[in-house]
DNA sequence: CGGCGTTGTATCGTCTATGGCACAACGCAA
DNA sequence: TTGCGTTGTGCCATAGACGATACAACGCCG
């Protein structure tokens, strides 16, 4: 159907959500010394940007030191704690980013045994354990490409061994290169393919090209079910 | 600081977004069979939801079977198309969700090698390979907790057979238990801790309790480090 | 002491998203 | 043929977000 997903992210506090929007303003106060002037070069009203930084504060505590009046009028200053907010938006933003670019297998199955969050996935693959919303059986579920680690199968960890609860036997069938990063598709059933997103670097460690055997391992807090239309 | 990551997805085609809102609105459609009833029970008025769903299929293709006059005066039904749409708005949803509610922890490190996207962080807990963006050095390096998979010392894949680029010797200092799922602090340095998600069972069968000696293991394509405020 | 550029505050106009409403078109059933 | 509940369409009202403008307060500096 080829959509592609996008996302807005902010940070709440009070009721009160910083958005992509507010960590502009707060860089570009950072960076041009006064209120007015970011206001200026985000080309958006004063009166607008300086209400919103008292909003904010409202709730995330102080954020810019202003002083008016003195050599040059005055001038704005971003405090330490906004200065952590910006960071941590930033984080949140990149791991968000980082879902939606990574792409994911999925698979549909049906809950055959089910404990509090954690389920037991009957799927074509073999059975998987997930995160699953609760009152659901038949379900999909989706692995993304980040979280699958491949091993060499003399040296896969053992299942008592590793918390990763999901393995699964395959055999390298495609080697989608990038420049440092690669998708490597593994076929665990006829038919039936996992793409892992690894370096270039393992891929050749580990010697994977087409036909190679490994063990594809993937945590069941890593890989989550959602209710499927039972159309 | 406190504050809480949230998130808006939407699924995008030809300039087009899918929002919570259209969901909600096809789920309405779906339900109640008809889009008149389905905007009523939504408390919406029935004039936008109508030109909204035209819009919708404008850019996502036919997405609701609508019928006029007749039996009960027409009605209205799903395609599946807009079936399938909602299933991955839900699946893209539920890993938006996963990565908002799962903790992470965070390092702060020093670019000292980078090859592409990838590159090499020196940290106070070692070196880290992670997905990085251009044109930084000092940087925060986050590791989700459910990315982290711990093993057996005996039994931990050696670096040369695995793609996980990560791997630290450490202590369990802490485990948190919920339900199903525990929290595992794990001690990679003196005073530096490093957090994985595991199920419950993964606790018993690989017996953490506080003392234990584990073996962290994490994926460079699932850490992702940002720029850093050089303040 | 006046000038200057800033911060604060109030008011107004605009744009956009949305609900409210009116009315035509439709097609089956009584 | 009439009635009915739906879809389709147009127009207006309302609320919220935002820019534009104006003006007071501030405090150093020449």
Redesign the interface.
């Known amino acids: ?13 009070d009721g009160v ?2 958005t992509v929007r507010d960590r502009e303003l707060l860089a570009a106060i950072d960076e041009d010394g006064s209120l007015n002037a970011a206001a200026e070069s985000l080309g958006r009203s004063y009166a607008h940007a300086q209400r919103r930084v008292v909003e904010l504060e409202d709730a ?1 505590g102080s954020l810019v030191d202003r002083s008016r009046g003195g050599g040059g009028g005055g001038g704005s200053e971003l405090t ?2 906004a ?6 938006f ?3 933003r ?3 980013a ?2 939606a670019e ?1 792409d ?1 297998t ?1 698979l549909s199955g049906r809950v055959i045994d089910r ?4 389920a037991t996935v009957e799927t074509a693959a073999g059975r998987i ?1 997930a ?1 699953t ?1 609760p009152d659901c059986t038949e379900v ?1 579920v ?1 692995i ?4 699958v ?4 199968p ?5 299942p ?6 999901n393995r699964f036997e395959g055999e390298v069938v495609g080697v989608d290169h990038g ?3 690669a998708r490597v598709t593994v076929a665990v059933e006829p038919g039936l393919h996992l793409t ?4 270039v ?2 891929i050749e ?2 010697g994977l090209t087409p036909g190679t055997a490994v063990v594809a ?1 993937f ?4 890989t ?6 039972e ?1």
């Open positions: 159907m080829d959509v592609s997903p996008d996302f807005d992210v902010q940070l709440g506090r959500a910083l995330f330490d704690r200065r952590e907010l910006l960071a941590t930033d984080r949140v990149a791991e968000f980082g879902v990574t994911e999925v404990d509090g969050e954690l354990r995160v919303p999909g989706t993304r490409a980040d979280a680690t491949l091993n060499r003399a040296e896969a960890p053992e008592g061994g590793t918390s990763a609860r420049e440092t990063l892992a997103l690894v370096t670097e393992s460690r580990l391992t945590k069941a807090t890593a989550r079910a959602v209710a499927r239309a159309s």
